[in-house]
């Protein structure tokens, strides 16, 4: 009985899901006996996209991660894989995960060893042995089978965790700081890599802390702290919605603006004039304001905040009313 | 099903292919057989020479103490313990007038102070001057002596296994050597590949490959087939030894003078007899004791307990190494905290190695029996009893008990060990103790 009631929900989950998602994430929990790392978290991951996945150390981002890769059990709540509930033992080869705490055998040789993690992914010898010839060839890491694992430096064992990752063309791939460690150059080549397999369809979860990364890799981003959802959306809507309505004018006549109804002043930094947009109005009225006075304008943006800004913005006052509690 | 294999293949050829497996494996034989022939050569020529001064006032004593190749015994006048060393003696005898009716001492005084072994040859060569002298002045004339002596050398204890009418030879030396040897090698391969294990864990965590492997496979799974690839490692070091060691011995028979070979060969055509007294004469010293050697091998019933041990090494392995691998994955870097972690799975291999030496000697006892049928101790104490005979020392329903128990200890320590495998192979930074992880075990993780 139970068992039936369950199909139809999950046909309705089903239903109520846009086509286009690969991942659906409802109501996780995952409670440790000191703490709640994932306290009621849901969203949903579409297909093709690159997803942020972003929070302080100790947010609960790995432990999310390891229920999304089937390392751990959730204690409620359920994942979607592609509209059915997600089954480890069946979907593992179609994930490719690189966690934070990495690392490979040091003694094994790279080719056998790039060839053995395949084959765990379920890939037959040949097929593995066809597609790491094919990843070695496009990085520039031909020369390194028969080296071992210890005569690498840590950026270039970064670049053969990646191709180990991706190798089985997995349908979501997991990053978790995937370029610490890496010099620019070897960083970019990544980044390349990763917007080629968004391109051929491939879903990508990045998890990070570095959010200039972020705003410039990723579509979507969800920001957890202590356990819970904060922040969830597209990285121009959060833009949008954390915006303060603080706009740049450049002028060369920089002493003729001041305090106005339309705006105030913020600060004034050679020739801009940062302004506060005040309640009631808009943009337009102050451009017309500005014109009007016969300002000399050369430039006037609007300023949007940064993620970083917005992330330790909240960040911050999540933690201050945890603190608040606690001390209750 | 084939992650695992996979992973059993890795673990495997890993091990197999690394210089050190092949150097032990095939240098160990040889190891072992060059120390027994050396230890052998060593005695026989190598120890020191001593020129022992003997002040006799009985007389009758010095026809016993003949020279050996390690002692001369001379009978000088006007020596005493203040001028023996001057005139190059190494050690002094002095020997009281023997009266048999009360206790005395006699006194060795030596330069260098001399070996047990020794010390007890000369005592027991005049213990038996004094028996012989006694028993002559009762008026046991010497050559009835001598008969005497030699009746010992005819005659030699041959215990049997009651079997009706298929008793067969049993030898308790024999059975002691056999299972001392077999308890021993189990104890000394638990410890190799418990910790071969444990350092393979220990390497994965470390190394940080750990989580890369668990999110393609159940950590259960990696855990197994570390197990059973490291074990299939250590069979294979076994079936090779076992193959080299024949191979060895075969060769250095055929090593062996022509005519000694012919000896052995008619010896064992004849059973041991080669035509009474003639016979007895043309059979060498050596050749009489190559033959003895053989038989006495023969008498033990090689396939069971063979068979016996891969069972045993096999399960006893199964069961520690599983705990071996728990150890292993809560360990940090820090190799001091895996020492500790160990002390109480090292604990119970060790007292089982010393029950084993008591049962070799004493395979019927109720310590014996009760350690044969505990799994923490049985892989080794039941060998040392298998080793004196199946079903006269060891009946069928204890073995099958036994290696009930085991196969039952070794899925439940695996079952435990992989719960707390499961949580401590992701948990870095944390010093753990067997408290934390029997709470692992036992309550509900991720």
Redesign the interface.
Known sequence: MRHGFSRITNIFAFKFLPMDTLLSLQHLKKYYATQKAVDDISFDIEKGSIFGLLGPNGAGKTTLL?MI?????PDEGQIMLEGKPFNP?ED??K?G???E????????KIGEQAL??A???GLSKADATEKIIYWFKKLEMESWWNKKVEDLSKGMSQKL?FV?TVLHEPKLIILDEPFSGLDPLNANLIKDEIYGLAKKGSTIIFSTHRMEQVEEICDHIVLVNLGKKILDGTVADIKQQFKENIFSIETNQIDHISDNPTFSIVRKEGNKVFVKINDGYDSNQVLTHLINNKHNIVAYNELLPSLNEIFIKLVESTHATARAFQNI | MRKIWLIIQREYTTRVKNKRFLLITFLMPLLIIGLIFGSAYLTSTGTEHRKIAVVDPNGFIKNSLKNTGQIDFEFPQNIDTSNYSSKGYTDILILPKFDSTQKTNYILRSKKSMGLMMQNSISDKINNAIEDQMLQSAGIRQTVLDSIHKASQYAELKAYEDKGKASKESNAGLAMGIGYASGFLIYITLFIYGTMVMRGVMEEKTNRIAEVIISSVKPFELMLGKIIGIGAVGLTQFILWIILITTLTSVGMGLLPADLQNQVTTLQQTNGQMGGAAGMAQASESAMRIYDMQHTIAMANWPLIIGCFIFYFLGGYLFYSALFAAVGSVVNEDPQDAQSLMFPITMPIIFSYLITNMVTQNPNTPLAFWASIIPFSSPMVMMARIAYGVPSAVTYWELALSMFVLIAGFLFTTWLSGKIYRTGILMYGKKVNWKTMMKWAFTKQF
Not at chain 1, 69 to 73: A, R
Not at chain 1, 101 to 108: A, H, I, L, T, V
Request: glycine share 8%.
């Open positions: 390891r890769t089937g390392i751990f059990y033992s593992i080869s994930i995960y690189m966690p705490e990495r690392g490979m055998y040091k003694k094994m053995y993690l084959q765990l992914k965790q180990i």
